[in-house]
């Protein structure tokens, strides 16, 4: 899979450490910055990682900011994005598997660097079940973003 990652100086420090378990679980990155931790803003990443995602350019997207929080927001306000914040393992597989979660949020002042690289590989082995009661649960969120 091609999986964009996005993080603002909050997610900065702890960036390499997503990209080196992306690669390690196999799978391709594509970069979105930030490069380094001057302060920026998070709904810049969360913009560039969910387009990447519904251009097809990305499967999947990992997301940080200082606590996730911020990046989570901004990207579920994106057509086709479902964003989830984990900072426990169940959850990270889990918002796969039964809400069909797109982009992994983490917050790095929150969580440290061993445990982020066991979310991702989480996240990214994750696949979604397709059972009929996840599918129909997912439709109504569908029909909730065409609602507004």
């Not at 679980?25 to 969360?46: I, N």
């Not at 057509?79 to 984990?86: D, K």
């Amino acid at each position: 899979m091609q999986i964009a990652v996005g993080a603002d100086h909050g997610g900065f420090p702890l960036k390499d450490e997503v990209i080196r378990a992306v690669t390690a679980a196999g799978h391709e990155v594509l970069d979105l910055g930030a490069c380094d931790a001057t302060p920026s803003d998070y709904p810049d990443f969360a913009l560039l990682v969910g387009r990447a995602i519904q251009e097809g350019r990305a499967d999947r997207g990992i997301l940080l900011c200082g606590s996730g929080v911020g990046a989570s927001i901004a990207a579920n306000k994106l057509h086709g994005i479902r964003a989830g914040l984990c900072h426990d393992i169940y959850s990270a597989h889990q918002c796969v598997e039964h809400d069909n979660a797109n982009v992994l949020c983490l917050g790095p002042r929150i969580i440290g660097p061993a445990l982020i690289a066991e979310l991702v590989t989480a996240f990214l082995n994750a696949q979604f079940t397709g059972e009929e009661r996840h599918l129909r649960r997912l439709a109504k969120i569908a029909a909730m973003e065409k609602s507004g």
